[in-house]
């Protein structure tokens, strides 16, 4: 038999414990309904136990005395009992049922709550799959663990309790000899537990494997199709599949182990209860024929749960893989958090400092280094330079979305580390270079600038950044459904709604980050007219390929070697006839070749 490594056991027993706990904390607020659950239970396992004890008491009493009327009281009290009993199996049946899809949806509520304060660098680090794959089926896996088995394998114990007390009164002796297979029971399942627990960590890993690969394959679909990869992916495709089968089928064979292991004990048991009660070779127990049909009755009511116990037991074994996967992403601390003395940031004019910065996504690569400039209210101000040059990475940092690694950033004066996130991103309007439209209705994508908007407000939004035309030209105007990521809409039709949901939040810095570059010329020029408008009074950095675009910026930063290399007007800029100079100028020949 397989040696088990004792540190791994104690290990893993320490770490069931610290899961069960956390679980146990979602079950609080339900205790009322847990502890009537308890009293159905209780009810099940006391009817349970009468019938062992009646079928003794009418094969040594009734029958041999023929007392009718004891017979009939007994039929009727079982009767009544069995009536109960089935009653409280249907309360129990409904109301864990109810109890189990509460706490599941508790926990998928917070876990969907604390990936939302997760920083980018979360998700940029991990395939969307897998992480969708923990909020969806790792929750869902857990349904029939918590909804069944936890209320049944605590009616398995209170039976296994109130079973033992019965047959200690009945037959001390008979009672002992039912445990002597015991202690092989326990070293089987400590060997299975964790040959069961390495395969269910496998296959919890290839399904996150494979739900990644899938989420990935859809949603680069027009590449796939693009280039024929359609072969060659069903080919990696079938390759993750199978290890995910493989790994699957081996772990449900080592979990279909235990229960035929504990019916075989259970039968072998009650073998040798035949045995001694009727044996007369010395170890014999002088026991009546009720009193033994009855004790077989009761062995089988304490293997039955046993098996049941055991089956929870597996069906345990895999819910702590997933319950460990969950809690992993929720035990992760969300880099960026309001300081514990954060106050709110107050209405600003949009005064924005950047004081020696240093900042990198990694810490041996900085982007910046020693970055620092002054942006005065209702400034535009544009971030040129070549790709990588940390562009964004300024965005990022003046919104939090990362932390400075040295140095400060001020708005107003304020360190915007010592406000709270959602005040200084309230301040803030952005509008980022990968356009995201969720799935709802043209109006209510747009609302989410600002969700106490009226629909006035949200058509003046439109018509400032030139969507207006094109929303009430659809079928049902304004309250056109869009579908996810809104793939019904065109590139450039995506990033109109997305501009006018910021400008309804009417913020006091305005972020545009590549925030036309899916929009055709045309309609650039128009919306730049809004655009002018829109930028009077406000603080504002663009981000634009389109050098076209930036000649109004009140400065200009080329942005390069990890600080500003250049700054100032455009005229200023190529007057210099430096770094700028050669951008534009290179990009206005390509212009005039197209």
């Known amino acids: 038999m397989e040696q088990t490594n004792p540190s791994t056991e104690e290990k893993n027993s320490r770490k069931n414990t610290h899961l069960i706990r956390r679980v146990a904390k979602y079950l609080a607020p339900y205790k009322s309904g847990f502890l009537k659950l308890i009293f159905a239970i209780l009810v099940s396992n006391f009817v349970l136990v009468l019938g062992p004890y009646f079928t003794s008491v009418i094969i040594d009493e009734s029958i041999p005395n023929k007392d009718t009327t004891q017979l009939t009281w007994i039929i009727i009290l079982f009767s009544l009992a069995q009536l109960f009993g089935g009653w409280s199996s249907r309360y129990r049946i409904k109301n864990i049922t109810l109890l189990g899809q509460n706490v599941l949806r508790d926990m998928r509520t917070d876990i969907f709550v604390h990936l939302q304060k997760l920083p980018f660098s979360f998700f940029d680090s991990r395939p969307h799959g897998k992480i969708v794959i923990r909020v969806v089926n790792y929750i869902n896996s857990l349904s029939d663990l918590l909804s069944n088995g936890l209320i049944n394998v605590l009616s398995d114990i209170m039976s296994l309790v109130v079973t033992l007390a019965i ?143 055991g089956n929870f037991y597996n069906s345990l074994v895999t819910g702590m893989v997933y319950l460990e996967r969950i809690f992993e992403v929720m035990d992760i601390e969300p880099e960026i958090q309001d300081a514990p003395d954060a106050f709110e940031l107050p209405p600003i004019q949009g005064y924005v400092v950047f004081n020696d910065v240093t900042f990198g996504y990694k810490k041996d690569q900085p982007i910046f280094e020693n970055l620092s400039f002054r942006v005065r209210s209702g400034e535009t101000i544009a971030l040129v330079g070549p790709t990588g040059s940390g562009k964004s990475t300024i965005i990022n940092l003046m919104t939090r979305f990362y932390d400075v690694d040295d140095g400060e950033i001020l708005v107003d004066g304020i360190d915007i580390r010592k406000v709270t996130l959602n005040s200084l991103r309230n301040e803030i309007g952005i509008m980022l270079q990968d356009t995201f439209i969720f799935s709802g209705t043209i109006i209510e994508n747009i609302r989410l600038g600002k969700l106490d908007a009226t629909e006035e407000e949200i058509i003046r939004a439109a018509k400032i950044v030139r969507a207006h035309d094109f929303i009430i030209a659809l079928k049902d105007g304004y309250r056109t459904v869009v579908k996810e990521r809104g793939s019904t809409l065109s590139a450039g039709q995506r990033q109109l709604i997305s501009f006018a949901r910021t400008l309804l939040a009417d913020p006091k810095v305005l972020i545009l980050d590549e925030a036309t570059s899916s929009i055709d010329t045309q309609t650039e020029m128009l919306l730049q007219e809004g655009l002018d408008r829109l930028l009077e009074g406000r603080t504002a950095f663009i981000i634009a390929h389109r050098l076209s675009t930036i000649k109004n910026s009140s400065r200009i930063f080329y942005i390069a070697d990890k600080k500003i290399r250049e700054s100032g007007s455009h005229d200023e800029l190529m007057a210099q006839k430096g770094l700028y100079y050669q951008l534009y100028s290179t990009q206005a020949e390509l212009l005039k070749k197209m």
């Open 167 to 309: 047959m200690f009164t009945m037959d001390v002796r008979l009672t002992l000899y039912s445990f002597i297979l015991l202690p092989i029971l326990f070293i089987a399942t400590v060997v299975i537990q964790n040959k069961q627990r390495k395969a269910y960590e496998e296959v919890s890993s290839k399904q996150a494997g494979l739900n990644a690969y899938i989420h990935e394959s859809v949603a680069g679909i027009k590449v796939t199709q693009s280039y024929t990869r359609e072969n060659v992916n069903k080919d990696i495709f079938a390759e993750v599949s199978e290890d995910q089968r493989t790994s699957w089928m081996h772990a449900v064979k080592i979990q279909f182990l235990l229960a035929p292991f504990i019916q075989n004990i259970a039968a072998i048991t009650i073998s040798i209860i035949y045995f001694v009660g009727l044996s007369n070779f010395g170890f014999g127990i002088d026991v009546s024929t009720g009193i033994l049909i009855a004790f077989i009755g009761y062995v089988n009511n304490f293997w039955n749960p046993m098996i049941n116990i």
